[in-house]
C-alpha cells in the first residue's frame, strides 16, 4: 500500500485505498485513475473486555474487607503507646491494603491470562493522561447531583473527612496522609473493584449490573460504624462514584484513567480539608 493511502501516485499498482475525498470507505484505484467503485470500511471493534472467575471478585473483596477490619482492631491496641502519629499511618497503610496487592499477585497468577499487567487493565497510556481528568469530571458532576438528592432526601450523612482539619497535624504525618489517599488508595481500590471485582462480576452477568454491582461495594468499603446512620449517605454518594469509575475501566479497557481521576479526586478533598 502506498505510504500515503489516501493520495497513492499514479502508476502505483491497483488496489483499494482510502477515498481521496475523505469519505468513510474505501475507492478502487486502478493502477492509473480512481474508479467509481467502492467499499465499506468495517468499523474499528473495541477489544473484547477480560473476565476473570467470579471467585477472584469474591475473593478480593473478602480479603479487602478482612484486612481493614484487622487494621481498625490493631490500631486500637497500639494507640496507647505514644508513636509518633506516622508510624500509625504506616501500620494502617500495610495492615489494611498489603493483603489486597497480595491477592491481587496471587489471583491473575493463579486464575489470569499470563500478564498480570493485562489482567489488571494497568497497560498505561499517554492518552490516560487526557481520560484521567475528564473521567475524574464526570465523577464530580455525578457526585453533585446525588449529594442533592441526599440532602433533599434528608438523607443522614457524615463525611469520611470529618475531623481531620481539626487535628494538629506534624508535617510528617500531612505527608503519610497525602501519600496514602493520593497515591496508595487510588492504585489499590482501582486494582480491587474496578480490575478484580468488575471483571469478575462480567464473568456472570451483562456490563450494567456488574458496574452498579462493583460500585456500591466501593461504597460499602468506606463504612465506619462510628459514623453510624451517616453511612448511609456516604455509601450512596461513593458508590455512585464508584459506578462512574467502573463504567470509565469498562469502556477503557484499562484502569489508568481511573487510578487518576480517583488520585485527582481524593487530592482535591485533602487539599480543601487541610486547607481550612
Known amino acids: 500500500m502506498s505510504p500515503d493511502p489516501w493520495h497513492p501516485p499514479t502508476g502505483w499498482p491497483a488496489g483499494w485505498y482510502g477515498d481521496p475525498s475523505g469519505h468513510p470507505f474505501v475507492r478502487y484505484f486502478d ?11 468495517a468499523p474499528v471493534r473495541a477489544p473484547a473486555h477480560r473476565v476473570l472467575p467470579l471467585a477472584v471478585a469474591v475473593g478480593a473483596v473478602l480479603v479487602l474487607t478482612v484486612s481493614l477490619i484487622v487494621s481498625r482492631v490493631l490500631l486500637e491496641h497500639l494507640v496507647q503507646y505514644d508513636w509518633p502519629i506516622v508510624v500509625f499511618a504506616a501500620i494502617s497503610v500495610v495492615t489494611g491494603y498489603g493483603p489486597s496487592v497480595w491477592w491481587c499477585w496471587y489471583a491473575t497468577g493463579r486464575w489470569g491470562s499470563g500478564s498480570r499487567l493485562d489482567d489488571l487493565g494497568l497497560r498505561l497510556r499517554w492518552s ?12 464530580i458532576v455525578v ?9 433533599g432526601l434528608h ?9 481531620i482539619g ?21 492504585l489499590i481500590e482501582e486494582m480491587v473493584f474496578r480490575a478484580l471485582v468488575l471483571r469478575g462480576f462480567l464473568s456472570r452477568m451483562g456490563p450494567i449490573p456488574a458496574i452498579a454491582g462493583q460500585g456500591a ?33 469498562y469502556l477503557l479497557r484499562r484502569i489508568g484513567p481511573t487510578v487518576l481521576a480517583h488520585a485527582i479526586f481524593n487530592g482535591v478533598v485533602m487539599a ?3 486547607s481550612r
Open 31 to 41: 493502477g492509473r485513475q480512481w474508479t467509481p467503485h467502492t467499499a465499506a470500511v
Open 128 to 139: 490516560d493522561l487526557g481520560w484521567g481528568p475528564v473521567v475524574w469530571m464526570a465523577a
Open 143 to 151: 457526585e453533585i447531583v446525588v449529594v442533592l438528592l441526599v440532602q
Open 155 to 163: 438523607i443522614p450523612l457524615v463525611g469520611n473527612t470529618e475531623g
Open 166 to 186: 481539626e487535628l494538629d497535624l506534624d508535617r510528617a504525618y500531612v505527608i503519610a496522609l497525602l501519600i496514602t489517599a493520593v497515591v496508595a488508595a487510588p
Open 217 to 249: 461495594l466501593f461504597g460499602l468499603a468506606h463504612v465506619d460504624p462510628a459514623r453510624g446512620a451517616g453511612n448511609i449517605g456516604l455509601v450512596l454518594i461513593l458508590g455512585s462514584v464508584g459506578v462512574v469509575f467502573g463504567g470509565a475501566a
Open 272 to 274: 480543601v480539608v487541610l
